[in-house]
């Protein structure tokens, strides 16, 4: 069983900064696929950013590339979002969730495990 427990989330001005943090359990934490998604009210939800487990491979929304970085401690078990130049439509619950396969994808069915969410709100 893993858990995830999310933190860091809040109301920041356009153009602000926040940094998620997601603090995972379980020994293989470093062989773990790692990303972040998001769901808005009224949308599906939505993928922001991902790690394969050997961070070799880095997936990024098209919506925060270059504003948002995923970046991960394994010796901290710990996977990180920091969101720069934010927007108010990245107001949304953001989710980490962890795949045990490693793969880092952009699908939101193949993550095995999820947190409980943490709410970002950006004001105009």
């Known amino acids: 069983q893993v858990q995830l427990v999310e933190s860091g989330g809040g109301l920041v001005q356009a153009g602000g900064s926040l940094r998620l943090s997601c603090a995972a359990s379980?020994?293989?934490?470093?062989?773990?696929?790692m990303a972040w998604f998001r769901q808005a009210p009224g949308k599906e939800r939505e993928f922001v950013a991902a790690?394969?487990?050997?961070?070799?491979?880095?997936n990024y929304a098209d919506s925060v590339k270059g504003r948002f970085t995923i970046s991960r401690d394994n010796a901290k078990n710990t996977v990180y979002l920091q969101m720069n130049s934010l927007k108010p439509e990245d107001t949304a619950v953001y989710y980490c969730a962890a795949d045990l396969w490693g793969t880092g994808s952009r699908v939101h069915t193949l993550y095995d495990y999820w947190g409980q969410g943490t709410q970002v709100t950006v004001s105009s």
């Open positions: 379980g020994r293989t934490f470093s062989r773990y696929g």
């Open positions: 790690f394969s487990w050997a961070g070799s491979n880095t």
